[in-house]
């Protein structure tokens, strides 16, 4: 689909990061058709400058309330014209465009910079009723039950601990978040894979999960270190068993990733090593968003070439991330 175009009004627009903001929209008719993974295509001024349409993920929408949140970051002209914006004010929104990422019952959600966000909107869905069962029970009555609620593990990379901001908007929700950076300033040192083979065979019960989250969601409430972190670590588990017995045993069903290509390429390689289904959200720059200009071609497995904002953002990462 095309999406359509709203005059989205404000409601929220403030500064998280040094030069990350989050901004809360009401947009009704995305809200309403919305889903993880898909994008919307904002146009900052009535003028001609900056002439393009900026592709901004959705960071969560709630078809109830008609929202939707955009998290960004200041890069050039016209993302800093979007600083400006006040409660009150609109921007002109075209969305949802594109793919969405296929959510499985137990997922390890890998994200770095902005690419934080359609992580953070999965994080929001986990709990929501997507299908329910019909069965008669004893007394010969129709019963509907619920599906039940899909799990998800969080890692997330940064350069260094000035970063971690990005982990406090998973506080929300009832998801272990784990960090990496660059530096080792906070959580381990390196990259998101340096943890995901052990996050991978631990789910599968192979091995015993030595690493420690950096929060704990709704459980921890705030971040806290060392033994305290260890003990929440505990009690959720215990907590959480019988309402994830769907995937005990089973490991991760699915890698979801998005961010800088370097990382969604050794995500992918990681999650390939274990026989891990991986989907990526390639970040490319998009035009019109509707895939029209041609300006975001990408390469396919077999000598296709994809548009990424139509065909896209979200691809089985073999189809995009290979060697021929």
Same mark, same amino acid.
């Given at each position: 689909?095309?999406?359509?175009?709203?005059?989205? &009004?404000v409601?929220? /627009?403030?500064?998280?990061?040094?030069?990350?903001?989050?901004?809360?929209?009401?947009?009704?008719? !995305?809200?309403?058709?919305?889903?993880?993974g !898909?994008?919307?295509?904002?146009?900052?001024?009535?003028?001609?400058?900056?002439?393009?349409?900026? #592709?901004?993920?959705?960071?969560?929408?709630?078809?109830?309330e008609?929202?939707?949140?955009?998290?960004?970051?200041?890069?050039?002209?016209?993302?800093?014209?979007?600083?400006?914006?006040? @409660?009150?004010?609109?921007?002109?929104?075209?969305? #949802?465009?594109?793919?969405?990422?296929e959510?499985t019952?137990n997922m390890?959600?890998?994200?770095?910079?902005?690419?934080?966000?359609?992580?953070?909107?999965?994080?929001?869905?986990?709990?929501?009723? @997507?299908?329910?069962t &019909?069965?008669?029970?004893?007394?010969?009555?129709?019963?509907?039950?619920?599906?039940?609620?899909?799990?998800?593990?969080?890692?997330?990379?940064? &350069? /260094?601990e000035?970063?971690?901001f990005?982990?406090?908007?998973?506080?929300?929700?009832?998801?272990?978040?784990?960090?990496t950076?660059?530096?080792?300033?906070?959580?381990?040192?390196?990259?998101?894979?340096?943890i995901?083979?052990?996050?991978i065979q631990?789910?599968?019960?192979e091995?015993?999960? !030595?690493?420690? #989250?950096?929060?704990?969601?709704?459980?921890?409430?705030?971040?806290?270190?060392?033994?305290?972190?260890?003990?929440?670590?505990? /009690?959720?588990?215990?907590?959480?068993?019988?309402?994830s @017995?769907?995937?005990?045993?089973?490991?991760?069903t699915?890698?979801?990733?998005c961010?800088?290509?370097?990382?969604?390429k050794?995500?992918?390689?990681?999650a390939?090593?274990?026989?891990?289904?991986? !989907?990526v959200?390639?970040?490319?720059?998009?035009?019109?968003?509707?895939?029209?200009?041609?300006?975001?071609?990408?390469?396919?497995?077999?000598?296709? &070439?994809?548009k990424?904002?139509?065909?896209?953002?979200v691809f089985?990462?073999?189809?995009?991330f290979?060697? @021929?």
């Amino acid at each position: 689909m095309s999406g359509y175009v709203e005059m989205a &009004r404000v409601l929220r /627009n403030e500064q998280i990061g040094a030069d990350v903001w989050i901004m809360d929209l009401y947009a009704p008719k !995305q809200a309403a058709e919305a889903e993880v993974g !898909q994008f919307c295509n904002v146009r900052v001024t009535g003028g001609t400058v900056p002439l393009l349409r900026r #592709p901004i993920s959705y960071a969560g929408f709630d078809k109830i309330e008609g929202t939707i949140t955009l998290l960004y970051r200041v890069v050039g002209t016209g993302t800093d014209m979007m600083t400006h914006l006040k @409660e009150g004010d609109t921007l002109d929104c075209l969305g #949802p465009l594109g793919s969405r990422f296929e959510m499985t019952d137990n997922m390890l959600l890998v994200g770095g910079g902005v690419g934080i966000a359609p992580m953070l909107c999965i994080a929001s869905k986990l709990n929501e009723i @997507e299908d329910t069962t &019909r069965y008669t029970n004893e007394e010969d009555e129709t019963v509907i039950k619920p599906v039940a609620a899909k799990k998800a593990t969080v890692v997330l990379g940064f &350069r /260094n601990e000035s970063e971690t901001f990005w982990a406090d908007l998973f506080k929300a929700y009832d998801v272990p978040v784990y960090v990496t950076t660059d530096d080792g300033s906070v959580g381990t040192k390196g990259f998101p894979t340096a943890i995901m083979p052990e996050l991978i065979q631990s789910e599968r019960g192979e091995v015993i999960r !030595q690493l420690t #989250p950096f929060l704990h969601g709704k459980v921890a409430g705030d971040t806290v270190a060392g033994a305290e972190v260890a003990d929440s670590a505990v /009690n959720e588990a215990a907590g959480a068993h019988e309402a994830s @017995e769907k995937v005990a045993n089973i490991g991760f069903t699915s890698v979801l990733t998005c961010g800088p290509t370097p990382m969604m390429k050794g995500v992918a390689k990681v999650a390939s090593e274990f026989s891990v289904p991986c !989907q990526v959200s390639l970040e490319e720059r998009m035009g019109c968003g509707t895939g029209g200009c041609l300006g975001c071609g990408c390469d396919g497995r077999g000598g296709k &070439r994809y548009k990424v904002c139509k065909d896209g953002p979200v691809f089985a990462a073999e189809e995009v991330f290979f060697n @021929e």
